[in-house]
């Protein structure tokens, strides 16, 4: 199946031996010109590329006080070495959080402190060559910005940051990546990274209407700009096309349906995710959340609900506010933004919805914490509320449920291993390599409770495992949506 070894899945998760230089040779595509140029970056690598990206490293620290404290504060003490996935998966240094840091950090400390202005040599000051920054793209373009290393940094040191400070650095000075960049430039043309145009939309939805009629006997909507609908559902596109992804969205038209919520899609902001925050640009951030206020000011929403996207609930969660607030014109009773897992969560605890969990017997269920959902946002109005309320409507949707193991989940959850924008075929094998740590606590509950169903609540993980659970010899279908669990348990013409 692979050109390359697929990490062997033990009994006793192992910490590799250091194999200098196994990922060197990893990138992804170069976005070209008209990648690049949507987005406000120069199409190729500009001539004086060295002085634009130092002065964009220093408008960066001026800007971001914490990237400033990040790379000052590392004492290299080496508690991130082994939290990263990918260096469990791949046992290249450069993949220990500490070490990719410090390509950033080094060139740093060389043209902005004193002690790297004047003796580099013994503070591991580098200048910034062409060799760096290819270096810059191969190592940044392996870190899912998952965060896992920061929960247990003593200094709180979040890498993600770093990473997503050195892509804006690299796109300024003409190095994008193709994946983030042709995904955002498509949001700016068509509004979903699909490029999926709006007659395309309603058609899709309308085979969608049938095909939920003709299996449960109910004419359930997905309706497309609804002026003065309750809420307005962001979703991530997959979820219009791809299993298991539409499987949730069947879901959140059959919670709506029972319990009689008008909501809507916009065919202008069709996309929930943001790509605008993998490659570290808050203007592009910006530009693609502001698509989202647009579409609630013009068809009169209520509420906004974002729909199974990890990323895309943390851009909603952490950033919107500030990005496109203050969003005042919505309803103040709800919480703004809402997750469909609060909506449904809170549908289920007042009897609104009629769920019958033996229609998913066939299913032993486990669930994976999405780390953008993890680690970067909250759920309900209870502190872990993102790890409790997904659990809770899984429970309640189905008999069998069993979570791995505590240092696997929860704040401490491995990434999927194709997340911050690393979800591109050109980087198969660190996506392959990245995975094992989650599959390595998923195959201790297969062996020991035969779970044949992982639930997530994120288009990115879904996508992911979809490709790489083979590779471990699990089955390709057995990734699903927690909302496709839903769908399946509730009673259709119970309640209406």
Known sequence: MADYDVPELKDIPVIPAVQEGTMAKSSPFIAKPEHQEPLGFPGELVENWEQVALDKLEDLTH??????????????????????????GTADPKNMPVARQDLLRKVYRRYFTLPGKLFPKLVGAVDLTKDVLDEWYSYYHQCSQCRRCSVFCPYGIDTAEISMAAREILDTVGVGQKYCNEIIAK??????????????????????EEEVEEDTGVAVKYPVDVEGADILVVTPSADFFAEPHIDGLIGYGKVFHQAGINW???????????????????????RVALRIREAALDLGVKRIVVGECGHAWRVAYAFWNTLAGPFDFLDPNYPVPQHIIEVTHDLIQRGALNLD?????????TFHDSCNVARATRMGNMPGGQFILPREVIKASVNHFYD????????NTFCCGGGGGLLTDDLMELRVKGAMPRMQALDELVKEHDVNYLAAICAICKSQFTKTLPYYNFPMDMIGSVHGLVSNAIQLGTKE
């Open 357 to 365: 969990p033996s229609a998913n017997d066939d299913h032993r269920v």
């Open 264 to 286: 809507t899609l916009s065919s202008h902001a069709s996309e929930a995710a943001n790509f605008g925050m993998f490659i570290g640009s808050y203007d592009n951030m910006k």
């Open 404 to 411: 791995m193991a505590p240092e696997t989940i929860h704040e």
């Open 187 to 208: 949001v700016y043309k068509i509004g979903n990274n699909l490029g999926l145009p709006k007659p395309a939309l309603v058609d899709t939805l309308e085979d969608l």
């Open 63 to 88: 800007k971001y006080r914490s990237l400033k404290v990040y790379l000052d504060s590392c004492v290299k003490c080496g508690a991130c070495t082994d939290k990263c996935h990918y260096f469990l």
